[in-house]
């Protein structure tokens, strides 16, 4: 059949038009790879209940990966996170999860290098003074040292899977200064605290750029839902196992991770 040329250029305009919705629409998803989840308790969802026979790793059912592998089926779906580790416990015992099928990387560390866990525990048992000091080495760990060890954890996945997404998830702050709280920590050793998750997210957030990862910021994300805010607590305030204590539970692992990563990922 022969259209005139007005009608086949019609044609061809809602051809290309119909092709570039397509593509819009149907980008090629992370879902279609292997999924592997790297990382500390703060991806192995500790602090969030239900963590099976991971052991010490807490690896819970209601982390953000877990979440995350349900919703989207991936094809393979490799969950390494483990509760305490630093930088050299991904290099040596998690990255090589990695394979060159991977499509999606996600990711939380760092926290645990620059010590933070003392940090809570000398805030908790020494004065205002004290724990301003704490944070404050903290702090120039973070600045110092902590960009050469996360550059040395993302070159290994990034060698390992050059075609992979990458999301880098930061932490969040810990508490809502000038918030609810009338008992507990002092206002003065709130704010060192959460200082100290600002220095963390400058830094991760920074190396995370250089090698063209995506960033959740969880400052944002856990905004209204943290210790002393008037709104749904996502953080544990001191819990029993204490090992529990100071990390997001069942609703902050969904709302204040799996939520923002879905929408990157």
């Known amino acids: 059949m022969r259209f ?15 092709a570039t919705v397509i593509g819009l629409a149907s980008p090629a998803s992370a879902a279609a790879g292997k999924y592997v989840a790297l990382g500390d308790s703060y991806s192995s969802g500790t602090g969030a209940g239900s963590y099976g026979n ?17 919703a ?25 999860a990695i394979t060159s099928d991977t499509a999606l990387v996600t990711i939380s560390i760092g926290g645990n290098d620059a010590g933070f866990a003392d940090v809570m525990i000398t805030c908790n048992t020494s004065s205002d003074a004290t724990c301003v000091s704490r944070n404050q080495q903290a702090q120039t760990f973070a ?3 902590l960009p050469g060890r996360l550059n040395n954890v993302y070159t290994q996945i990034r060698n390992r899977a050059p075609s992979a ?11 809502k200064v000038g918030g609810s709280c009338w008992v507990g920590l002092s206002e003065t050793k709130r704010a060192a605290i959460n200082q100290s998750a600002d220095v963390l997210a400058s ?30 607590r996502w953080i544990n305030s001191i819990t ?24 990157v990922a």
């Open 203 to 232: 830094v991760i957030s920074g190396r995370a750029a250089a090698y063209g990862f995506s960033f959740i910021d969880a400052r944002n994300s856990f905004a209204g839902h943290e210790i002393c805010a008037s709104g749904t």
């Open 72 to 96: 989207n089926a991936p094809s393979a779906f490799s969950f390494v996170a483990c509760s305490g580790a630093v930088t050299s416990d991904v290099l040596n015992n998690q990255v090589s």
């Open 165 to 175: 997404r990458v999301v880098v998830l930061g932490y969040p702050r810990i508490y």
């Open 143 to 145: 600045r110092d040292t």
């Open 54 to 70: 991971s052991g010490g790793c807490k690896r819970s059912a209601n982390s953000y990966p877990q979440l995350w592998a349900n």
């Open 4 to 18: 005139p040329r007005p009608v086949l250029r019609s044609l061809l305009v809602t051809a290309v038009a119909a």
């Open 240 to 263: 029993w196992p204490v090992d529990e204590s100071y990390h997001p539970n069942a609703s902050g692992q969904r709302g204040g991770y799996y939520n923002p990563l879905e929408a």
